[in-house]
């Protein structure tokens, strides 16, 4: 048979990869070459997983809970999830209204292909996290990316939001803190929103709040089920335990919602994994139920950096960075850049152009601003020890100041 009878499904065929994994991969091909990388790409805590969570997965494998779990996830760890949303978002939710899913982007996944049909519209706003596109298309869905620029703080304003609604609007999808600006949305820019919202029930929210414990310079964090009790009918909350908890490759993410929306979304995963990981799940019970302290230091040890990276970064002349509220990155415009030529004789015309020179000539791997939907950007993940964070804004610094007109 030719490949052409094999063709792939029409939403996968039209989906790019990820492109954060993209520029990891190249970052590892560089490393095998044997030169020596400090890598900015990489969305995740630098630190261990707690020691009494580790535990809680090797006390869970030696106490034989190695079988399938409900299709929904633990009901100990659905309780648990329900407590949450009430203590830390003061949300009242059945535990029967909640669904463990293998890592929060599996939620996101559930989620819209639970909903979309063809040419339904997601409003996202930009700059987004590179996979809700993504995972829009191969649901069948239309992404809407509206721009946020930095003047209105990267976040979407009311207007914005009205303007794009249309009748085949079916989710919005809000982040906060945001991936990639670590914009955070407060109460009343929330609360205006939802009054555009009221008018629109067709439109169902998908409130992304996967960074809400790091947020900066005693910010209070809200979301928006929270903000409009009206509309906690039609709002997909989403969290997990990856960030919050450093536990990326543990797989746990979770969400409360209407029932008719978790029942779906339960109905699907059954077909589907069957569940998450047993015991993940175990470990992800100990985090929510255990001591917290290690949010609080991970939160400082971010902010810390966090101040390091964007004061080093923003005395680069030719680049500009807006401090950032919350989770652990820094997006950094680079527009002075454009038309300026590398020691390596590249001419820089697009972020792309920014961050391949930056890996091939200043061996520092970032991300660019346009497939987060906004350019001429870069986004720095600060997830690093501070040496390597010096080390890499210093060759940032050089890079700069070394590109000719
Ligand atoms: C904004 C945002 N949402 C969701 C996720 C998914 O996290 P996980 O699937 O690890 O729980 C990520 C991970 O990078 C993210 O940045």
């Not at 407060?186 to 929210?205: G, K, T, Y």
């Not at 590249?346 to 497939?371: I, K, Y």
Request: glycine letters at 8%; proline letters at 4%.
């Amino acid at each position: 048979m030719s490949p052409e009878q094999h063709s792939l499904n029409r939403f996968l065929a039209a989906a790019q990869p990820s492109a954060t994994y993209a520029l990891i991969d190249r970052v590892a091909a560089r490393r095998a070459e044997g030169i020596e990388i400090i890598s900015l790409c990489a969305g995740e805590p630098d630190f261990d997983t707690p020691e009494h969570i580790r535990e809680a997965g090797i006390e869970a494998i030696r106490a034989g809970q190695t079988r399938y779990t409900q299709v929904a996830g633990l009901r100990t760890l659905r309780e648990a999830i329900a407590a949450k949303f009430k203590q830390e978002n003061g949300l009242t939710v059945d535990w029967r209204d909640t669904l463990v899913c293998s890592g929060g982007k599996q939620v996101i996944f559930n989620a819209l292909s639970a909903t979309l049909n063809e040419g339904d519209e997601v409003i996202i706003p930009a700059p987004f996290w590179v996979s809700y596109p993504e995972i829009v298309q191969l649901c069948g869905g239309k992404a809407i990316t509206i721009p946020c620029n930095a003047a209105s703080g990267f976040k979407l304003t009311p207007q914005a939001l009205q303007a794009a609604i249309t009748d085949r609007t079916r989710w919005l999808i809000l982040n906060s803190p945001s991936n990639p600006t670590g914009a955070v949305y407060s109460f009343e820019e929330l609360r205006a929103l939802a009054e555009v919202l009221m008018a629109h029930p067709q439109v169902l929210v998908l409130a992304d709040d996967i960074y809400e414990h790091l947020v900066f310079d005693n910010i209070e964090f809200h979301t928006i089920a929270q903000v409009a009790p009206k509309l906690q009918n039609r709002i997909l909350t989403m969290n997990g335990v990856s960030k919050a908890y450093a536990m990326t490759g543990w797989r746990i993410g979770f969400g409360t919602g209407p029932g008719w929306l978790i029942e779906a979304m339960a109905k699907l995963q059954g077909q589907q994994t069957s569940g998450a990981c047993t015991i993940s799940q175990h470990a992800a019970l100990a985090a929510l139920t255990g001591p917290k302290d290690f949010i609080q230091q991970s939160k400082a040890v971010f902010q810390r950096r966090r101040d390091m990276v964007v004061d080093m970064l923003n005395k680069v002349q030719g680049l500009q960075c807006e401090v950032p509220q919350g989770a652990f990155y820094a997006f950094v415009c680079c527009e002075e850049l454009m038309g300026k030529t590398t020691p390596g004789g590249v001419q820089l015309n697009t972020d792309e152009d920014v961050v391949n020179a930056l890996l091939d000539e200043a061996n520092v791997g970032v991300v660019h601003g346009s497939v987060f939907g906004l350019g001429p950007y870069f986004r720095i993940a600060y997830a690093l020890d501070d040496e390597s964070l010096h080390r890499a804004c210093t060759a940032i610094k050089k890079f700069c100041q070394s590109l000719s007109h």
